[in-house]
């Protein structure tokens, strides 16, 4: 069953990276404290970004994760008999705390709502872009795979394949997680529903031609697991992108400035489109600085800690 379980106004005037094919988050603005019944934690001065993060987890995944607390020092939840530690935002079950240096932190980010209006990024921006794009391969990012390895109980490929199950998702059949079939399902009827009066959105949907979610692989040029690994990560494309650009990694082979390409030379679905996803749990990757606007990936934790309605699983 469906409930919503917050709502709350939050916008910032930047984006931010995350998720599928990019390296650390650009710093969160203005933090935001959410638990299970909309309200904002921020009641206590100096609340923590680990026990925001941890409780915005326990908010997405109430049929995985049984608690929340303070203990040993930092904010941690129970999930699976086991302890998982924020440790730096690396989330790390007890057993491997003694490890945390050999793994990158996770990418719990302010989402924003709205993309703010087209700015050419800055020559620091630029730099810090175009240095990012020449070293990205000497030290691969490596996340513990561990939390959402035990989420959603997915440690192999094999597992993984046993996890997943067929949907016809606008006439495209794929595979993904079975727990997200009823999230997908209504996405796919929101977008449809707005379809019978936005001929735009009706265009987008005749013109797909891929649609792609399980696929056991790591990030690009990362040690870290995909998204797609768990069968919650979805990608859609049309047949034609009439030329604009998708993915910055695709952008990177014709142009070293992937970072320059505007709004208007990128290809997006629909505003639509993307609400109908955002509302059952999914973030989109056109948001994000290392942009890949033909991807959705399920993170209600992400949304959740960033202010915005939502509706997760009970």
């Excluded at 700015?119 to 959402?148: C, D, G, M, V």
């Excluded at 490929?157 to 997908?184: A, N, P």
């Amino acid at each position: 069953m469906l409930k919503i379980v917050l709502l709350f106004v939050f916008s910032v005037e930047c984006i931010f990276a995350s998720g599928t094919t990019q390296t650390e988050p650009v710093p969160h603005l203005s933090p935001l404290h959410i638990n299970n019944d909309g309200k904002s934690l921020l009641e206590q001065p100096g609340a923590s970004r680990a026990e925001q993060v941890m409780k915005a987890l326990a908010a997405a995944y109430p049929r995985q994760i049984e608690r929340v607390e303070f203990r040993q020092g930092d904010w941690a939840l129970f999930m699976r008999n086991t302890w998982y530690y924020y440790a730096g935002s690396k989330l790390l079950p007890e057993n491997l705390l003694w490890s945390a240096d050999s793994y990158n932190p996770q990418p719990f980010y302010n989402y924003i709502k709205e993309l703010p209006v087209w700015k050419t990024p800055s020559s620091e921006e630029a730099e810090r872009y175009n240095n990012y794009t020449i070293n990205r391969n000497i030290n691969p990012l490596r996340r513990s795979p561990h939390f959402f390895d035990d989420l959603w109980r997915v440690h192999n490929r094999d597992e993984s394949y046993q996890r997943v199950k067929s949907i016809r998702f606008f006439g495209k059949t794929t595979m993904v997680h079975y727990m997200i079939l009823e999230e997908l399902s209504l996405v796919e009827e929101m977008i449809l529903t707005a379809a019978k009066t936005d001929p735009q959105i009706q265009t987008w949907i005749n013109s797909l031609t891929t649609v792609e979610a399980w696929n056991w692989r790591n990030i690009a040029d990362t040690q870290s697991r995909s998204f797609h690994s768990y069968g919650l990560a979805v990608d859609l494309l049309p047949k034609s992108l009439g030329g604009k650009e998708s993915y910055w990694l695709w952008a990177l082979r014709k142009r070293p400035d992937w970072w320059n390409v505007p709004y208007s030379d990128r290809f997006h679905p629909p505003d639509k489109v993307i609400k109908a996803f955002e509302t059952y749990g999914f973030v989109w990757g056109g948001k994000w600085t290392f942009y890949d606007t033909m991807h959705f990936e399920y993170r209600p934790d992400i949304l959740i800690l960033s202010g915005m309605k939502v509706e997760t699983q009970r």
